[in-house]
């Protein structure tokens, strides 16, 4: 049976779109290397489908040890490619860390594709490519922006990398431009777990909740908003991954209309800091400690996807709510804290 290799499998968007691929009937092979996870995400994939995927724990900047890795599985018969550094930060103070790992990385993973005839590759964009768009809803067609960080460079330099080789080879490529991806698997197996202190929102909330952090800071409510805090497009984590099978079934049956398409994933809808945070409390009932603090460098005023195209030429429409989002990602944290 032909396998999709799905690398960065045991991150957070990665292991929900192998349990999503595995209830498909995909049989998959993850390639990681543990540097933002843990071996455990396998015993939650395997809980939620009754099924462990091969892995193989492998550093994807090893040129030769990904080139034997294709020697020994020599029936891929697609790729979705998660694996990145994916910290703005960090990106900003060692950008070559970011260059290397997102783009050198692409490079010897496409080479193997043009090498072996693998036709079907899938990719994880961010809307981060847009800037701020000059208009809402963004749609796939909105201008790219010079890159504000190192990190959304490297989804820029990779989406035009993937383009080119796919006009240059029988290579067949998506990528998808995800929104803010939030919340976990509906059984609680499985979810986001960053390594120290959270970047993003949801994960701030939620460890604010559950006392391993005193007070969330709330970036700046003076922007030119309804409430003076940013807007985002937050898409539930279960119907990102739907997302990969839908593309990756798109690609294996040749219906695509081009040999490099991308579709914006989210939900179309924008929410504010402030509507997540109040949205929390209701959902969960806690009261969440927060204060107003200043603007956080780099932060667009508000993103929020046009997924007209998905929507139609995909199929795919996000169908889970920001409430069932953010219930899902406290009943992650409770139980990764052990709180009843
Ligand atoms: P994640 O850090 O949870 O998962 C990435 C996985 O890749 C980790 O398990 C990590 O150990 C692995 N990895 C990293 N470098 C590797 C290497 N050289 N070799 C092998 N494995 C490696 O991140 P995520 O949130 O699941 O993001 C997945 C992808 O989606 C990334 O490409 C990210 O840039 C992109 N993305 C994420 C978001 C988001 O908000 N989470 C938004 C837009 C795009
Ligand atoms: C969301 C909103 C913050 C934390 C980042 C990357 C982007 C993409 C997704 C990969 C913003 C506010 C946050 C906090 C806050 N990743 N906030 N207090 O900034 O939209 O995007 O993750 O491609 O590239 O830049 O997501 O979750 O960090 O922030 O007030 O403690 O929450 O200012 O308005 P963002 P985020």
Not at 159 to 164: A, S, T, W
Not at 191 to 207: F, M, R, S
Not at 210 to 225: C, H, K, M, Q, W
Not at 261 to 270: D, L, P, Q, R, S
């Amino acid at each position: 049976m032909k396998r999709i290799l799905v690398t960065g499998g045991l991150g957070y968007i990665g292991s929900h779109t192998v349990v999503e691929l595995q209830a498909a009937g995909y049989k998959v092979v993850i390639i990681d290397n543990l540097s933002n996870s843990t071996m455990d995400v396998l015993d939650g994939i395997a809980a939620i489908s009754s099924e462990r995927p091969d892995t193989e724990i492998l550093d994807l900047r090893d040129k030769e040890k990904v080139h034997t890795f294709f020697n020994d599985y020599n029936n891929i018969e697609g790729i979705i490619h998660f694996a990145a550094s994916k910290a703005v930060g960090e990106s900003v103070e060692n950008p070559l860390l970011y260059y290397e790992n997102n783009v050198g990385s692409l490079v010897y993973l496409l080479k193997e594709c043009r090498d072996r005839g693998i036709e079907n590759f899938i990719f994880s964009s961010s809307c981060t490519v847009y800037g701020q768009p000059d208009t809402l809803p963004i749609t796939e067609d909105a201008p790219v922006k010079p890159a504000i960080s190192p990190y959304g460079n490297t989804k820029q330099i990779s989406e035009e990398i993937i383009r080119d080789l796919s006009h240059a080879s029988n290579l067949r490529a998506i990528s998808l431009r995800y929104f803010n991806p939030i919340g976990a698997h509906g059984s609680a197996e499985i979810g986001e777990l960053p390594k120290g202190v959270p970047q993003n929102l949801v994960p701030y909330i939620t460890q604010t909740a559950a006392g391993i952090r005193e007070e969330l800071s709330v970036f700046g409510n003076d922007y030119p908003t309804p409430d003076g805090s940013c807007i985002r497009d937050y898409i539930h984590i279960v119907d990102l991954a739907k997302a990969h099978v839908i593309a990756l079934q798109r690609l294996i049956s040749k219906e695509n209309t081009d040999d490099f398409e991308i579709f914006n994933v989210g939900t179309g809808k924008g929410s504010s800091v402030l509507e997540v945070i109040h949205a929390f409390e209701e959902v969960t009932g806690n009261k969440l400690n927060y204060k107003i603090v200043d603007r956080r460098p780099g932060d667009v005023i508000s993103v929020y996807a046009d997924t007209g195209k998905a929507n139609r030429v995909l199929g795919w429409k996000a169908e889970k709510t920001m409430e069932e989002a953010l219930a899902s990602a406290w009943a992650w944290e409770k139980k990764v804290r052990g709180i009843q």
